[in-house]
């Protein structure tokens, strides 16, 4: 339920993530939601992995989910569920009082992006525990050894975990809708989770495009970069989330016209970052 689309030999010190681009869902998956098959797509990240798929060809892996984040989400901890979601009492160790639980966006998510319930009746807690062994586990276990391998070859680590985002955004600061004036969020955990250098170096190389691009705001980035970023010991991990209407049609889960630009102003993105000096990152 997973690929990793490898570079003959990997001369770069960058990873690539696609966690949330999945869309092979399972059919007795789809017997459980109440949704039809395109209202369950509203949480895919479309085509991000396609956006980025040049990265093995300059010598950087990319691994990217086959399967949906509705089904799994691996951008959260292994165990954030919400209790009620399930027939029977959930185990001790689960996580049931997260912000993404009571978002309803937890490891087994309970809404799809727009508010919808995805299920018609209660799920057995061993099954969903399957899924988190079958899909979430391998995921990180493949996503940990990319991270140490590229440390081990290189020194240092670059983990992009790549997102997209409604072009709708549901927020406001200082009561303005910044919805229409974003084009690319980058999340480092309020730079906690990657070189400021690097931040800095990314939002430069994308506004240099002629995008907008703000930073940690409305996004400062999931699980996967607050869990493997750690500068102190060379592992840089920073999100990126596009704006889905710079590239596809939201409403019928197509790409438009300027999927090809995206496509190749990412991959001259990834250029710019495997030809990164290590000194580049230093703050």
């Given at each position: 339920?997973?690929?990793?689309?490898?570079?003959?030999?990997?001369?770069?010190?960058?990873?690539?993530?696609?966690?949330?681009?999945?869309r092979?869902?399972p059919?007795?998956?789809?017997?459980?939601?109440?949704?039809d098959?395109?209202a369950i797509?509203r949480?895919?990240?479309?085509?991000v992995?396609?956006?980025?798929?040049k990265?093995?060809y300059?010598?950087a892996p990319?691994?990217?989910?086959l399967?949906?984040?509705?089904y799994v989400?691996?951008?959260?901890?292994?165990?954030?569920?919400d209790p009620?979601m399930?027939?029977?009492?959930?185990?001790?160790?689960?996580n049931?009082?997260?912000?993404?639980?009571?978002?309803?966006?937890?490891?087994i998510?309970?809404?799809?992006?727009?508010?919808?319930?995805?299920?018609?009746s209660?799920?057995?807690?061993k099954?969903?525990n399957?899924?988190i062994?079958?899909?979430?586990?391998?995921?990180?276990?493949?996503?940990?050894?990319?991270?140490?391998?590229?440390?081990?070859?290189?020194?240092y680590?670059?983990l992009?975990?790549?997102?997209s985002m409604?072009?709708?955004?549901?927020?406001h600061?200082?009561?303005?809708?910044?919805?229409?004036?974003?084009d690319f969020?980058?999340?480092?955990s309020h730079?906690?989770s990657?070189?400021?250098?690097l931040?800095?170096?990314?939002?430069?190389?994308?506004?240099?495009?002629g995008y907008?691009v703000v930073?940690?705001?409305?996004?400062?980035g999931?699980?996967?970069?607050r869990?493997y970023?750690k500068?102190?010991?060379?592992?840089?991990?920073?999100?990126?989330e596009?704006?889905r209407?710079l590239?596809m049609n939201?409403?019928?889960?197509?790409?438009n016209?300027r999927?090809?630009?995206?496509i190749?102003?990412?991959?001259?993105?990834t250029?710019?970052?495997v030809?990164?000096e290590?000194?580049?990152?230093?703050?």
């Amino acid at each position: 339920m997973i690929e990793i689309l490898t570079p003959v030999r990997q001369t770069a010190p960058v990873i690539f993530s696609s966690p949330h681009s999945g869309r092979i869902y399972p059919a007795d998956f789809l017997d459980l939601v109440r949704l039809d098959k395109q209202a369950i797509r509203r949480s895919e990240d479309c085509f991000v992995d396609e956006i980025f798929d040049k990265a093995p060809y300059y010598g950087a892996p990319l691994l990217k989910a086959l399967f949906p984040r509705a089904y799994v989400d691996p951008n959260r901890e292994p165990y954030e569920l919400d209790p009620t979601m399930f027939k029977e009492p959930v185990p001790d160790f689960v996580n049931a009082y997260s912000p993404r639980v009571a978002a309803g966006l937890g490891t087994i998510a309970r809404v799809v992006a727009n508010g919808s319930e995805i299920y018609d009746s209660k799920l057995n807690f061993k099954e969903v525990n399957e899924r988190i062994n079958r899909c979430y586990h391998p995921y990180h276990l493949a996503l940990e050894n990319l991270i140490n391998n590229t440390r081990e070859i290189f020194g240092y680590c670059i983990l992009i975990d790549c997102h997209s985002m409604p072009s709708t955004i549901e927020t406001h600061k200082n009561n303005v809708d910044l919805s229409r004036q974003i084009d690319f969020v980058l999340g480092d955990s309020h730079g906690k989770s990657c070189s400021p250098a690097l931040t800095m170096m990314i939002e430069e190389i994308i506004s240099d495009m002629g995008y907008s691009v703000v930073r940690n705001f409305p996004y400062s980035g999931g699980f996967i970069t607050r869990n493997y970023g750690k500068p102190t010991d060379g592992i840089h991990a920073i999100q990126i989330e596009i704006k889905r209407g710079l590239y596809m049609n939201e409403h019928n889960y197509t790409r438009n016209s300027r999927m090809s630009e995206i496509i190749q102003d990412m991959t001259y993105l990834t250029k710019q970052l495997v030809s990164l000096e290590p000194q580049a990152l230093a703050a």
